[in-house]
Structures are given as C-alpha cells and as structure tokens.
C-alpha cells in the first residue's frame, strides 16, 4: 500500500473518499469553461446546482429526516472543494446548506425545520445570510440592525452589505439585537426574512468578480415578521451565530483549496507541455519550486481543514473555532499563493480569458478577506490560542 493510499485511509472514511470521486466526476462534466460561460451571460450556474442537487450533494450535511444526506460538513466541505478543483465552485453552498441550514438544523424550532430544511437541502430554496454592516465591518459585537417587540410580532432596522446570492435566495437569515430585558444590553439573534417582505429593499454591489453569485446591500425600514421568524431561542443568539461562522470559515477554506487546486493543476499541464530551449519550462527549479510548494501549502491547508470539519461535526465548538479560523486563514494565503504562481507560470498566457487563471486573481484575494480578514484571525488566534492582551 503505498504511503497516498494509507494517508487516505486515515484521513477519510470509504464513504467520504467515494464522495469526493463521485463529486470529482460531476465537477469535470462541467468545468471551468462552463463555469465562465456562464458568467460571462450573466446567468446562474443552475445545471450544475440541479445535477448536485438530484445527487444528494447539496444537502449532505442535514439531517436524514428533513431530506438531507445525515452526514456533516466534512462532507459538504468535500463537495465544495471537489468542484472548486474542477473550476467550478458553488458559492451558494457556503451560505445556504452550511450556514443557515446548520443554524436552522441546530438551533431551528421543530417548525421551522420542517419548513425550512427540505427545500434547502433538495436545493429547491436558497437562503442568503447577512451578517456584515457598513460601520461594524467584521466585529460582530458593533451588529446596529435591531429587532424590537410589537405586540406578537418583531420590527426589524438596520443595513447590511456584501450579502450574496439576495437575488436568487427566497428568505436573508439576518443577525440581529435584541435589547436583553433584564440587563438592557443588546444580544445577537437571527431571524428568517422574506425576500419580498414590505420595508426589505437590496441593492446590488458592483464588484470586480467574476462570479455568477452576486453581492448586496441590504436596508429593512421597519420590517415586520412574526414571533416565528427567529430562529431558535432569544437567548442563545450568540451560540447560535457562532454556529453558523464556524461552518462559514470551513467552508470558504474549502472554496480555497479547491481553487488553490485548479490554479495548480492548470499551471503544471502547462509546465509539463510548454517547451522553450527544448525542455519543457517544468524541467526548471525556477519554475517546479514554486508550484512545488504551493503543493505543499495546500495539503498543510486541507489537514486543517479536514480536522476542523470533524471537531465541528462532533460538536466541539471551542476547538472547532479555533481550527476554522486556522483552516481558513491557511487556505486563503496558499490561495492567493497558488493563484499568482500560476498566472506567472504561464506567462502573458496567464493573463488571457483562454486559460481561465486570471479572474483567479481577484476570487483568490476575497479568500484572504472573506468572510473575516487574516488580520481579525490572528487577532483570534493571539488572545484565544495564545492568551496574549487584546488591543482592543
């Protein structure tokens, strides 16, 4: 048995290894030219969304009796990933399936799951999330939007930016505060929006991306919902929002990897063919030496990834953020690494619409600030892992 071989074995169950081939084959029906053809006439990639869909893939990591695949976002971290390998990742799966389903799966009334977990999980619905505000920036402790009481129901204020998908999600699961009777302070809470609830407006966001999911400024007036549009308990909003971030950090890493992946891939098919001075380019340490330690950086970055998805799904929570935010940030600098490695690889070829490696550019840099910056992880990682002071 060779040393991959064992590796895998310990790494990943049969079943998971079988996902990740089955998800793998799925991705490379489609591809990356798919991928850009469909951006490029401004549409969804939504032939691939079915196809994952009919396939179980979309909810894998929700619960078996509300039609998902029982299993958890190690699972769905691979499905992410795979299809990112392949060049065409689905954005949305970070949002609805990981983060509102997970919220929904855990925190959710038995109500709301029996309404809202079936069609997330068959991909049917999309559900977008908004968390981040224009002056709270990644502090989810300076959260403005507001709920309070009028009579049974709650009115909801506030604004949020950079929230994808709005256009093509039925309901937001917006953060929220709360005012906490008892002591007067304000406590996160999340609530289920309809997207054409009255006081609910978005705006798009003109971004330099070259994605299909678009991103959105959102401002509710005075948005009226009923007592069963928050999710779960008033009082375990805090635990229940970091429910969610958890699973976000796993899975941009995974969106990552799977991109760092691509990036690579492309660079060293490249390498292998391309020919100057009667030698492929490859046969150069200039150039093998880099992609080499790309290779490197991106196995470093799955491992973490890999052991933060199981302590997540082992419901670990303190251990898990820890690892999310290290997978996260190790994911998105070996991005941005493999990504510009690649492009210089090719050279001026690297630059053309052909190779598909320039729009990398800019997606491989939202790995680094989305959905929290580097510099806010190492802030995480100081004063929880290390104990150090905080400087704020």
């Known amino acids: 048995m060779s ?6 074995d310990l790494l990943e169950t049969p079943e998971q290894r079988d996902l990740r081939a089955a998800v793998a084959q799925l991705g490379s029906r489609y ?25 179980g893939y979309l909810g894998v990591n929700l619960p078996e009796e509300h039609g998902g695949g029982g299993a958890g976002i190690t699972e769905l971290s691979i499905v992410l990933e795979e299809l990112g390998g392949a060049g065409c990742p689905l954005l949305m799966l970070i949002v609805s399936p990981a983060i509102c389903g997970t919220v929904i ?17 068959d991909g049917s619905r999309t559900m977008a999330f908004g968390i981040t505000e224009p002056d709270a920036g990644s502090n989810s402790h300076r959260i403005t939007t507001t709920a309070r009481r009028a009579g049974g129901d709650w009115l909801l204020t506030g604004r949020k930016v950079f929230v994808s998908g709005v256009d093509r999600a039925e309901e937001t699961l917006i953060v929220g505060r709360t005012e906490d009777e008892r002591t007067g302070q304000l406590k996160p809470c999340l609530f289920v929006v309809p997207r054409d609830a009255a006081g609910f407006a978005h705006h798009r966001i003109d971004m330099e991306l070259h994605a299909p999911e678009k991103q959105f400024e959102l401002v509710l007036d005075e948005v009226r ?51 100057v001075w009667k030698a492929p380019i490859g046969a150069h340490q200039a150039i093998a030496h880099p992609l080499a330690r790309s290779h490197v950086e991106i196995e470093l970055a799955r491992l973490m990834t890999q052991k933060a ?28 690494r493999a990504v510009d490695q690649a492009v210089h690889t090719l050279g001026g070829n690297g630059l053309t619409r052909e190779y598909g490696l320039a729009s990398l550019v800019t997606a491989a840099r939202v790995a680094r600030i989305a959905p929290v910056s580097r510099e806010m992880i190492l802030n995480y990682i100081s004063h929880q892992s290390l104990g150090l002071p905080k400087s704020y």
């Open 31 to 55: 591809g990356r030219s798919y991928f850009t053809e469909t951006v490029d006439a401004g549409n969804h990639p939504e032939a691939l969304w079915a196809d994952a869909a009919k396939a």
């Open 309 to 336: 998805a199981r302590l997540y799904d082992a419901r670990d929570d303190v251990g898990a953020g820890e690892a999310a935010n290290m997978a996260k940030y190790a994911a998105g600098e070996a991005a941005a």
């Open 225 to 275: 919902l009923p007592a069963e549009a928050l999710v779960g308990d008033e009082d375990a909003g805090l635990s229940q929002l970091f429910a969610g971030l958890n699973p976000e950090r796993i899975m941009t890493a995974a969106f990552a990897l799977g991109m760092a992946r691509y990036a690579v891939s492309r660079a060293v098919d490249y390498a292998c063919e391309r020919q």
């Open 105 to 121: 799966a855990r925190f959710g009334t038995d109500a709301q799951r029996r309404r809202w977990l079936p069609p997330l999980a």
């Open 3 to 8: 040393s991959h071989t064992l590796a895998g």
